[in-house]
């Protein structure tokens, strides 16, 4: 299976080639300017992997939540790259994504991962790693107010994400009971985008048509803040 998979949903822009279960990467933090980064890098992945757009089997993208802007791209470049290969998209949860990349990185296998999502709020996700070491989401992502993120129902968990960089304090005291520890500083990578997409494409039934690859925001409305900011807000899709 050769997959591309790319993530821009926060400050980091990343592309990555899956080959088999080989993977190589291209990762930089910078807050704007993704849309000149990203097909750069896939440019030169697609140089040194020699492996050739053609081979591509699918395309992976963090479908967000994250930045309105950021998302935006990848599912646009991700929609352009499906339709110009006649290639199918495999949708990833940004969230999903982050924990990913914690036990990656730490293997720890309950996360709860934070972005923030400005205005008092944070995207929110608890995630945790199968048999097959793959993080899944426990329950739905949410938008709210970090004193009313869910809760899990048992020990073990680290926080990850920049909404614990932004909201520490709130979000300690709420998971306090269950909370391990928290890892500072952390974005996401196209690899693990790459690394959940190809798992869902081996069980058969995780890809979408190019048309299909849509953003996921959480907010009904981007622009202003819910009049209600204590409540969560259910997933949507922009349409």
């Known amino acids: 299976m050769h997959l591309l998979a790319i993530e821009t949903s926060e400050v980091a822009c990343s592309a990555a080639i899956w080959s088999d279960g080989n993977v190589m990467e291209r990762y930089r933090e910078q807050p704007r300017g993704h849309s000149e980064l990203l097909l750069p890098m896939i440019d030169s992945l697609i140089s040194e992997s020699g492996?050739?757009?053609?081979?591509?089997?699918?395309?992976?993208?963090?479908?967000?939540?994250?930045?309105?802007?950021?998302?935006?791209i990848a599912a646009a470049v991700t929609q352009?790259?499906?339709?110009?290969l006649d290639i199918p998209v495999v949708p990833v949860s940004s969230l999903q994504a982050l924990a990913q990349g914690v036990y990656r990185s730490t293997t720890h296998q309950q996360v709860a991962a934070a972005f923030d999502a400005r205005m008092h709020e944070v995207y929110w996700a608890l995630c945790s790693a199968d048999a097959d070491g793959v993080m899944q989401l426990q329950g739905k992502e949410m938008v709210c107010a970090p004193?009313?993120?869910?809760?899990?129902?048992?020990?073990?968990?680290?926080?990850a994400g920049s909404g614990w960089d932004a909201y520490a304090e709130a979000l300690s005291e709420r998971l306090?009971?269950?909370?391990?520890?928290?890892?500072?500083?952390?974005?996401?990578?196209?690899?693990?985008?790459?690394?959940?997409?190809?798992?869902?494409?081996?069980?058969?039934?995780?890809?979408?048509?190019?048309?299909?690859?849509?953003?996921?925001?959480?907010?009904?409305?981007?622009?202003?803040?819910?009049?209600?900011?204590?409540?969560?807000?259910?997933?949507?899709?922009?349409?």
């Open 80 to 84: 352009g790259i499906s339709f110009g």
């Open 147 to 159: 004193g009313q993120v869910s809760q899990p129902q048992q020990e073990g968990w680290v926080g």
């Open 176 to 239: 306090s009971p269950w909370l391990e520890q928290q890892i500072p500083h952390l974005y996401c990578h196209a690899q693990d985008v790459a690394f959940i997409a190809a798992h869902a494409l081996s069980q058969g039934d995780a890809s979408v048509i190019a048309a299909q690859a849509l953003p996921l925001y959480l907010r009904n409305n981007v622009a202003k803040k819910s009049l209600h900011s204590s409540v969560c807000s259910k997933p949507t899709s922009d349409p």
């Open 51 to 72: 492996i050739s757009k053609l081979q591509l089997d699918a395309i992976a993208f963090g479908r967000g939540p994250g930045s309105f802007t950021g998302v935006r």
